[in-house]
């Protein structure tokens, strides 16, 4: 008996080491998260962000599917076409950096919702257009509108849910964006055959004013509690004794979460914070921009992650834009048919990458970078045969696969680069992302629509992405050799 009571006491020490109050949200009670929890506060907020994305995308990609009747009606050419695109990315880069800086400093929550409410009214703008010069003004007004959410509702992810879970939150958001391009893609090619393509647009453009509202329930966390907690989860020393109460784990102030080396750190969570030396604040949110840049690209892993991410949007872009034309040209596929199929197996392929490669990246966290650089070289490979075969179900096959790869990569690379990147600046991080990615994803469209108008062929043409494929794979290996200690640095226990 008396054993065995010993025991219950063990166990009860021990369920109190797993179980700490956690201040997450400013103003609010502290709350209860047990160590190792991926999503310790809910999965409400990755549905919020993730809702954001695919809203965007849809809205975005009802022109591709919609693209030949509007050819038809306006009487513009393949080039001007794929411009459209590549106006609007570009619009966005320029206000990417301000972006992310506002989602360093602002009410991150406000932010996304506010923007998501400008995409439905410039969605409402499109079915008005009258002309092709007024066309392509409201798209590049929609496409600068259009990335800004990301850096906001990254940073976000970045502070809901720690390491277990952080490649499903970005998983998730990833799957959305991806899922919303063929479901766009769809739409547009289905209202514009059965309600015309100006009222489609109309139609679209409710779902965007409700995800604009909901965004609105999810609270503001403080910075940095996300790298907290991930620092508590991968501690293997006992940080108090059995019979002592579990402190609360506070807010965490900026100096705590900083990812440069000669930043103080504490294994302890609920420790004060000694004020940080000039080496951390030349970092900091109040730092001139061109000082953070720096900082962030210093940040070898980053530099990898973002390569292969630009390039691997400079594919997909390219490849979602003409995909529905592509069908409908080589196939000889109606209008509606070409962008079921197109989108159908695009839908399929992302889910499917999402799901699997979220799954592998938690569960083998320290290899996310190298499951993102095969899972791109798988996605390439998949493509080359869908750009070759000439017969519709094995080609559509080829890209449902090719889909899956990239999908896996997306999800891993990331989380990665969450992981490298320290909390109070992880805005402009992402904002650095997004902005090289949409670049990417910009030229796709455009420079396959001149290799289309130059080759009379948009199966030669999609052959311009897959090398930079390969060389943006290899890119993203040399990654994983400095991924650990960057992740280290970012939660400061590279010490």
Avoid at 41 to 50: E, Q, R, S, T, V
Avoid at 233 to 239: L, P, V
Wanted: glycine share 12%; net charge positive; hydrophobic share 50%.
């Amino acid at each position: 008996m008396i054993g065995r009571a010993r025991r219950t006491i063990v166990n009860l020490d021990d369920e109190s080491e797993q179980i700490r109050q956690v201040t997450a949200y400013p103003g609010h009670p502290p709350v209860s998260v047990r160590r190792g929890a991926g999503a310790p506060f809910g999965w409400w907020p990755a549905i919020c962000i993730a809702l954001v994305a695919a809203i965007d995308r849809v809205e975005y990609n009802l022109l591709a599917g919609a693209l030949p009747t509007i050819q038809r009606e306006f009487g513009f050419s393949d080039s001007e076409g794929g411009a459209i695109a590549t106006a609007g990315a570009i619009a966005a880069i320029i206000l990417l950096l301000p972006a992310g800086k506002l989602a360093d400093t602002g009410k991150r929550t406000w932010t996304v919702s506010a923007i998501v409410a400008v995409w439905a009214l410039l969605t409402i703008g499109t079915g008005l257009a009258g002309s092709y010069a007024a066309l392509f003004a409201v798209r590049v007004l929609l496409g600068a509108a259009g990335q800004l959410y990301n850096p906001p509702s990254s940073s976000l992810l970045g502070d809901l849910y720690p390491g277990p879970g952080r490649a499903r939150a970005y998983g998730y958001e990833r799957m959305a964006y991806f899922a919303g391009l063929p479901i766009g893609v769809i739409a547009g090619g289905a209202l514009a055959q059965t309600v015309g393509w100006r009222t489609g647009f109309f139609l679209v453009a409710v779902p965007g004013i409700i995800i604009a509202a909901l965004v609105l329930t999810v609270r503001e966390p403080a910075r940095g509690v996300g790298d907290q907690l991930s620092r508590w989860y991968t501690d293997s020393s006992t940080e108090q004794s059995s019979s002592a109460p579990a402190a609360p784990i506070p807010s965490p102030p900026a100096a705590a979460i900083s990812s440069d080396p000669a930043a103080p750190t504490s294994s302890d969570p609920a420790a004060p914070t000694p004020s940080p030396p000039a080496a951390t604040t030349s970092s900091a949110p109040t730092a001139p921009m061109r000082i953070q840049l720096a900082a962030l690209l210093r940040i070898r892993t980053l530099r990898s992650v973002i390569t292969g991410l630009s390039i691997l949007f400079f594919g997909l872009g390219g490849l979602f834009f003409w995909m529905p034309s592509f069908y409908a040209r080589v196939f000889a596929l109606p209008e509606a048919s070409a962008a079921a199929i197109g989108g159908g197996t695009g839908l399929v392929g992302i889910v499917a990458g999402i799901l699997t490669g979220s799954w592998l990246g938690d569960r083998h966290h320290g290899h996310r970078v190298a499951i993102g650089g095969w899972s791109l070289l798988f996605g390439t490979a998949f493509l080359a045969g869908a750009v070759s075969v000439p017969v519709l179900a094995p080609q559509a096959i080829c890209f449902t696969l090719a889909n899956v790869g990239f999908a896996a990569a997306i999800a891993n690379l990331t989380a990665a680069n969450a992981d490298v990147v320290a909390a109070h600046r992880r805005g402009l991080g992402f904002a650095v992302l997004q902005m090289l990615v949409t670049l990417g994803g910009a030229l796709g469209p455009w420079l396959i629509g001149l290799a289309s108008d130059a080759s009379g062929s948009l199966r030669w043409a999609y052959t311009v992405v897959l090398l930079p494929l390969v060389i943006g794979s290899l890119i993203v290996f040399r990654g994983q050799r400095t991924y650990r200690q960057d992740a280290a640095a970012a939660l400061g226990t590279d010490r």
